[in-house]
């Protein structure tokens, strides 16, 4: 029989809790303590309205260029609501609603986008690495940090964020076959929004899901509704758990939407319709998610109208200190340090000679 | 002391840091069971094992891209990349991230990765196992540049290499894997990066070399001497980045005639970076223009005749005469 059928061993689900009109199904529910319900409700707020807060800073060019996350909030926040502060996340540039999760200053943010290298600083109590700009480069990273995590014989994860284009990149390949060959402690969340920039999700790749990638490295592979807080929980959750447990890797893929630009230098009318922004406009994340809460009791009628006014004022207190702490910064002495450990020689004649020539041209402007 | 290669050397540089500091991880294709195709990480398998020397999937960025993750967590990989003709992949990784993360951090995360890979010609080896492309890693602010000339700066390098706290390209010259024997001791020795040496004392003119050009280099100068009685100081630069220059510009004004001998191409070479150096730094002492004996701006040509493209003796000799004539 030269010719046989290979049985593969997994399928890929699909996860939906929570869909788009707020109907929750039961069964599947996450076990998730109030508290922390209502935290995340916050979070979401505060990051949408932040995220426009920062489109109007860039528009009145009082910030630089950004990428919005509008519509994602949920899958940023269902993934990393679960982890320890001593697990590592590791994002690519899009997942400021973890960030902020995670512990980041609003201001932080503010002043990042506005050209400091100051706020790139990660404090020592934060497990997280810097935003990574080239597409899909970081995942490796997270599977070294995993790797080690499990040399060093820890329980933490390493989670780390990625969109749908980054799957075409061979660095993603690389960095889930070295997981599954290492079987590591690693959480790769892709955060499939249906464009990077101009190219829609149909013409990355021609496989149906991005979920079923995992199951060529033989790690687990789930796709969820990534506007569904609570089923973008409950994948992350298993995983987290899984990866605690020594068994490896998994690979979720959230279904979302980036509702806004890609960054406030791209123009979306050129590649997308307005029909199809509308469309997902339905399946919004935190609206849902506030029909659950009030079903659930948390969120009184009344209680979205102050949580807006309290986000409001959270931001306009954080945009107030970042332009406060933006006139004590600036030194250009500072593109000198953090090069290497210690500053070569060399390094140190040119940072003189920036001095010297500050003071020398001051005549030539 | 015992008298080793320094494929030996660095074996030895290798077990001693992993004796020394459990963070040290080596990885790479082939560096576990096989010992490395060149059998540098020979033995470490079965003394540290495979926790500790991992065989990796054949990906060049992945491995660079995940050693970059464990330095992050405050491991030590010293990744091997089985030829620097495959590392390009890790190009991306290196300029992206290895040499970035502290100062995208600002301070937070040092990435103190070393790449190994062996580099240069005169081996008689495949497309893409004899190229030089040292400048590609000279060029990048946040990497250090290594190069070792024989067994036991190779050792005493390595050793400084891995305790680095930066990330590390460390280039290893192939042809003198196994051409000669040194004294390596067995105790600890480590030399400080970004340090050259005067390899040889001279007062007549100066030659610049580094890997495996330091012994044509080396032989150019005794043949000076030999034949022509003429005292060439030789400079052996070790580090190519961040570049000590202090050992140039000094011996480039005691001499005022310099050469310059590397196997890359020429131009963007390291040279053009020492030549610029020593005009900013010792322009008025120079007597003639600098000289450049180097490899070709081609590709290198396949073996039968990869010896007319790198330099040897008789060109480094030649140009040293022409300095001293002119």
């Not at chain 2, 992993?18 to 010992?35: A, I, N, P, T, Y």
Request: charged share 25%; hydrophobic share 45%; with cysteine.
């Amino acid at each position: 029989m030269p010719r046989t059928r290979i049985e593969l061993a997994d399928a890929i689900e699909y996860l939906s809790i929570l869909d788009e009109n707020g109907t929750l199904d039961r069964s599947l529910e996450p076990s998730i303590p109030a508290e922390t319900l209502l935290r995340l409700h916050r979070t979401m707020l505060l990051a949408r309205r932040f995220d426009e807060r920062l489109l109007s800073l860039q528009r009145q060019g009082r910030i630089g260029t950004f990428p919005p996350i509008a519509g994602q909030e949920a899958a940023h926040l269902g993934a990393v609501a679960m982890l320890r502060p001593s697990d590592w996340i590791v994002p690519a540039f899009r997942e400021m609603a973890a960030d902020i999760w995670r512990g980041r200053p609003l201001e932080s943010i503010i002043v990042y986008n506005n050209g400091f290298n100051e706020a790139g600083r990660i404090p020592a109590d934060r497990n997280d690495m810097p935003i990574s700009i080239p597409v899909g480069s970081q995942l490796l990273h997270a599977v070294g940090i995993a790797w080690a995590i499990k040399y060093r014989g820890q329980s933490d994860v390493a989670m780390t964020f990625f969109g749908d284009g980054a799957t075409s990149q061979g660095d993603f390949h690389e960095a889930l076959n070295f997981s599954g060959v290492f079987q590591v402690p690693a959480i790769f969340v892709c955060q499939n929004n249906q464009w990077a920039i101009s190219i829609p999700r149909a013409k990355q790749t021609r496989s149906p899901t991005l979920a079923q990638k995992a199951l060529a490295y033989g790690i687990a592979g789930i796709q969820v509704d990534g506007n569904d807080l609570l089923a973008v929980y409950a994948a992350a959750d298993e995983a987290v758990q899984r990866a605690r447990a020594g068994q490896g890797a998994t690979l979720i893929e959230c279904v979302t939407y980036r509702m806004a630009v890609h960054t406030t230098a791209d123009d979306p009318k050129r590649y997308r319709t307005d029909a199809e922004v509308e469309e997902w406009r339905r399946k919004d994340p935190i609206t849902r998610f506030q029909t659950y809460l009030a079903a659930k009791g948390l969120l009184a009628a009344d209680a979205v109208a102050a949580e807006e006014a309290a986000v409001q004022a959270e931001i306009q207190a954080a945009v107030d200190r970042a332009e406060e702490q933006m006139k004590r910064l600036g030194d250009p002495l500072l593109m000198f340090e953090h090069a290497y450990a210690q500053m070569p020689a060399y390094l140190k004649e040119q940072r003189e000679e920036f001095i010297r020539l500050r003071a020398e041209t001051q005549e030539e402007k | 002391m015992p008298k080793m290669t320094m494929v030996q050397a660095l074996n030895l540089a290798l077990r001693q840091e992993m004796e020394r500091d459990e963070s040290v991880v080596v990885l790479g294709e082939d560096v576990g069971v096989d010992g490395g195709v060149f059998r540098v990480t020979d033995g470490l398998i079965q003394q540290f094992g495979e926790t500790r020397v991992v065989d990796t999937p054949l990906a060049e960025s992945g491995i660079v891209g995940m050693s970059i993750g464990m330095a992050v967590y405050g491991l030590k990989p010293v990744c091997e990349i089985q030829f620097s003709g495959f590392s390009y992949y890790t190009l991306h990784q290196m300029e992206n991230h290895a040499a970035r993360l502290r100062w995208r951090s600002q301070g937070r995360y040092g990435v103190p990765l070393v790449m190994r890979a062996p580099y240069g010609g005169g081996v008689r080896a495949l497309e893409h196992h004899s190229e030089s492309r040292e400048t590609f890693w000279s060029h990048i602010p946040g990497i250090k540049m290594v190069i070792p000339s024989g067994p036991r700066n190779a050792r005493a390098l390595l050793v400084s290499a891995i305790r680095d706290p930066d990330p590390v390209v460390f280039y290893e010259p192939k042809a003198l894997y196994r051409a000669f024997r040194e004294e390596v001791p067995e105790e600890e020795e480590a030399m400080p990066l970004s340090r050259s040496l005067i390899a040889r004392e001279g007062r007549d003119l100066t030659l610049i070399a580094y890997g495996a050009m330091m012994r044509p280099t080396l032989e150019a100068a005794e043949k000076l001497h030999s034949a022509h009685g003429v005292e060439a100081e030789v400079i052996d630069l070790l580090t190519l980045s961040p570049m000590d220059d202090s050992l140039l510009v000094a011996s480039a004004r005691k001499t005022g005639r310099v050469a310059v001998v590397h196997e890359a191409p020429r131009s963007f070479g390291p040279g053009a970076e020492i030549i610029a150096r020593l005009v900013e730094k010792a322009f008025y002492h120079l007597e003639v223009p600098v000289a450049r004996v180097t490899g070709y701006d081609v590709v290198i040509p396949l073996f039968s005749r990869e010896t007319h493209y790198l330099p040897g003796v008789p060109r480094i000799v030649h140009a040293a005469r022409q300095l001293l004539a002119a």
